[in-house]
């Protein structure tokens, strides 16, 4: 970034100000990386319940085999 700003001196400082340049174009990729994150961890959860799930119901069957 630094090498970016020597080159193009209107850009500020990452962080220098909510409205420069840099954080015109970052603030919505970084705002996807959030959503992204947010929904991965909750897709993540979701996939343990489902494996949870998934051996409750194979020890249940596995034991009505035994009993038959």
Same mark, same amino acid.
């Given at each position: /970034?630094?090498?970016? *700003? =020597?080159?193009?001196? $209107?850009?500020?400082?990452?962080?220098? +100000?909510?409205?420069? !340049?840099? +954080?015109?174009?970052?603030?919505?990729? %970084? !705002?996807?990386?959030?959503?992204?994150?947010?929904?991965? %961890? @909750? /897709? $993540? $959860? =979701?996939?343990?319940? *489902? =494996? !949870?799930? %998934? @051996?409750?119901?194979?020890?249940?069957?596995?034991? *009505?085999? @035994?009993?038959?």
């Amino acid at each position: /970034m630094n090498d970016l *700003a =020597k080159v193009c001196r $209107e850009l500020n400082v990452p962080g220098s +100000s909510p409205n420069d !340049e840099y +954080s015109q174009v970052m603030r919505p990729e %970084i !705002e996807v990386q959030k959503v992204t994150s947010t929904m991965k %961890i @909750e /897709m $993540e $959860e =979701k996939l343990f319940e *489902a =494996k !949870e799930e %998934i @051996e409750v119901m194979y020890k249940k069957l596995s034991k *009505a085999k @035994e009993d038959t």
